[in-house]
């Protein structure tokens, strides 16, 4: 991005604020056990009490409230612990809703909290997020509709070391509002950048997004988030399974109209 020496905040990703609270630890190497069972649990994890996430607000009034779709499911089968898969992973950084940047003057906030409900005490933020090049070079990717991140909620499982992870994938491009209507911000970097205000984050297959690599921001985020994973996982000399399950969905789209599937893919890495 160009602008030398302007200051903004950019918010990039979802909009609804707020800090976990009764969470794992950051690296989530162990969850602590709940000693009630909640229904509908299997050996991969218990039903949530929802498969979407709450209803989040936008600044921008081109972009109204949505919900978007937990897609992949670490289960609490597996024995490799979530900082274990995502040092594997090499390029996907964890980032934080309190992570600022400045890249050339203009300072950019990583992400932005959105909350889900997966071990039925209520909604919570997420407890991680990771993006596919982390706060900087996600942003680049972004640029382009590239830029692929998860937030990762923990469901505490009896009986598990780690419980099971809930994610919620998606491809976004960096967007902004220009004469009140939503444009990618790579059509005017400048812009954006004097217009902090004015700029989002887009998902690909929605208004305001390059789309052409990702016309399916949703689910084509959660394929190539657990291609990745698996491939990750085969490279340490782990045995991940792979399974793909109907879930119930209270939404059919998510940010901009953008669809989602009713399907979730679980995986299981053990070592």
Same mark, same amino acid.
């Given at each position: 991005?160009?602008?030398?020496?302007?200051?903004?905040?950019?918010?990039?990703?979802?909009?609804?604020?707020?800090?976990?609270?009764?969470?794992?630890?950051?690296?989530?190497?162990?969850?602590?056990?709940?000693?009630?069972?909640?229904?509908?649990?299997?050996?991969?994890?218990?039903?949530?009490?929802?498969?979407?996430?709450?209803?989040?607000?936008?600044?921008?009034?081109?972009?109204?409230?949505?919900?978007?779709?937990?897609?992949?499911?670490?289960?609490?089968?597996?024995?490799?612990?979530?900082?274990?898969?995502?040092?594997?992973?090499?390029?996907?950084?964890?980032?934080?809703?309190?992570?600022?940047?400045?890249?050339?003057?203009?300072?950019?906030?990583?992400?932005?909290?959105?909350? =889900?409900? %997966? /071990?039925?005490?209520?909604?919570?933020?997420? !407890? #991680?997020?990771? +993006?596919?090049?982390?706060?900087?070079? $996600?942003?680049?990717?972004?640029?382009?509709?590239?830029?692929?991140?998860?937030?990762?909620?923990?469901?505490?499982?009896?009986?598990?070391?780690?419980?099971?992870?809930?994610?919620?994938?998606?491809?976004?491009?960096?967007?902004?509002?220009?004469?009140?209507?939503?444009?990618?911000?790579?059509?005017?970097?400048?812009?954006?950048?004097?217009?902090?205000?004015?700029?989002?984050?887009?998902?690909?297959?929605?208004?305001?997004?390059?789309?052409?690599?990702?016309?399916?921001?949703?689910?084509?985020?959660?394929?190539?988030?657990?291609? =990745?994973? %698996? /491939?990750?996982?085969?490279?340490?000399?782990? !045995? #991940?399974?792979? +399974?793909?399950?109907?879930?119930?969905? $209270?939404?059919?789209?998510?940010?901009?109209?953008?669809?989602?599937?009713?399907?979730?893919?679980?995986?299981?890495?053990?070592?």
């Amino acid at each position: 991005m160009t602008a030398a020496c302007v200051t903004a905040a950019l918010v990039l990703g979802g909009c609804a604020s707020g800090s976990a609270t009764g969470t794992p630890d950051a690296t989530g190497t162990t969850a602590q056990a709940n000693t009630a069972q909640p229904a509908g649990c299997n050996g991969d994890y218990c039903d949530p009490a929802s498969w979407d996430t709450a209803r989040a607000t936008t600044p921008l009034a081109q972009i109204p409230p949505f919900t978007e779709p937990l897609n992949v499911v670490i289960s609490a089968r597996s024995t490799v612990s979530l900082a274990d898969i995502q040092q594997a992973l090499g390029q996907w950084k964890t980032v934080s809703t309190a992570t600022t940047v400045s890249i050339t003057g203009i300072h950019l906030k990583c992400i932005s909290s959105e909350m =889900a409900d %997966v /071990a039925g005490g209520g909604y919570v933020p997420q !407890h #991680v997020a990771w +993006r596919l090049g982390g706060c900087v070079d $996600g942003n680049d990717l972004s640029l382009a509709g590239n830029e692929d991140h998860v937030r990762i909620w923990n469901q505490p499982v009896p009986g598990s070391e780690y419980g099971a992870w809930f994610i919620a994938a998606s491809y976004e491009t960096l967007c902004l509002v220009k004469n009140g209507v939503l444009q990618t911000a790579s059509t005017d970097k400048l812009y954006a950048a004097l217009h902090p205000s004015a700029a989002y984050h887009c998902v690909d297959g929605g208004p305001g997004s390059i789309h052409t690599a990702h016309p399916d921001g949703y689910n084509d985020a959660a394929a190539d988030f657990t291609a =990745a994973v %698996v /491939a990750a996982a085969k490279s340490h000399g782990w !045995h #991940v399974s792979q +399974r793909a399950v109907d879930v119930p969905r $209270g939404a059919s789209a998510g940010e901009g109209g953008v669809p989602f599937g009713p399907t979730a893919d679980i995986l299981t890495v053990t070592g």
